[in-house]
């Protein structure tokens, strides 16, 4: 520790302006000694479990394609349909019921049914039920509209009457 000057002693002053300079250097001297993480308040945590802070995730861009070429769509409309049915139930459905017999892939559902009917032979279908045969198979009857004849669609696009 420095000696303390005594107040009656005169030295050389420039005015108050290097009294406030050296006061501001001797600050600087006592933080630069001190560092700049002297006073670290410690987080309070409220929660005994810790979540993990969510942090930036960046989209993929990948520098090649992993595949060369897409695959085709797996079941096609001449996936979907395998062949109409034409066992004496099927043409009372047909007659009776305006409905029409397929069997049909066992992966495909409703919707892919009803789109390929309506690719392969023009008919729009009021609702479709499927059921699995016990062989495996998935039968698919298909109601069709009031203005489309089941009869007429069987006999000219199906060669089933």
Same mark, same amino acid.
């Given at each position: 520790?420095? #000696?303390? *000057?005594? +107040?009656?002693?005169? !030295?050389?002053?420039? @005015?108050? +302006?290097? @009294? =406030? %300079?050296?006061?501001?250097?001797?600050?600087?001297?006592?933080?630069?000694? +001190? @560092?700049?993480? !002297?006073? +670290? $308040? %410690?987080?309070? &945590?409220? =929660?005994?479990?810790?979540?993990?802070?969510?942090?930036?995730?960046?989209?993929?861009?990948?520098?090649? #394609? &992993?595949?060369?070429?897409?695959? /085709?769509?797996?079941?096609? %409309?001449?996936? $979907?349909?395998?062949?109409?049915?034409?066992? /004496?139930?099927?043409?009372?459905?047909?007659? *009776?019921?305006?409905?029409?017999?397929?069997?049909?892939?066992?992966?495909?559902?409703?919707? %892919?049914?009803?789109?390929?009917?309506?690719?392969?032979?023009?008919?729009?279908? $009021?609702?479709?039920?499927?059921?699995?045969?016990?062989? @495996?198979?998935?039968?698919?009857?298909? &109601?069709?509209?009031?203005?489309?004849?089941?009869?007429?669609?069987?006999?000219?696009?199906?060669?089933?009457?």
């Amino acid at each position: 520790m420095a #000696p303390k *000057e005594d +107040k009656k002693k005169k !030295g050389p002053s420039k @005015g108050s +302006k290097s @009294g =406030s %300079q050296a006061a501001k250097a001797n600050a600087a001297s006592k933080a630069a000694l +001190k @560092g700049t993480h !002297g006073h +670290k $308040v %410690q987080k309070v &945590r409220l =929660s005994t479990t810790f979540h993990r802070p969510k942090t930036l995730r960046l989209a993929r861009a990948p520098k090649y #394609p &992993r595949k060369s070429i897409p695959h /085709e769509p797996r079941l096609d %409309q001449h996936k $979907v349909i395998i062949h109409p049915v034409n066992t /004496e139930s099927a043409m009372k459905k047909i007659e *009776e019921n305006n409905t029409l017999v397929f069997i049909v892939d066992v992966k495909a559902n409703k919707h %892919q049914i009803k789109d390929a009917l309506k690719k392969l032979y023009d008919v729009d279908c $009021v609702k479709i039920n499927t059921l699995i045969r016990p062989d @495996g198979s998935k039968k698919a009857y298909a &109601r069709l509209t009031k203005d489309v004849d089941a009869l007429d669609i069987a006999a000219t696009k199906l060669a089933l009457v």
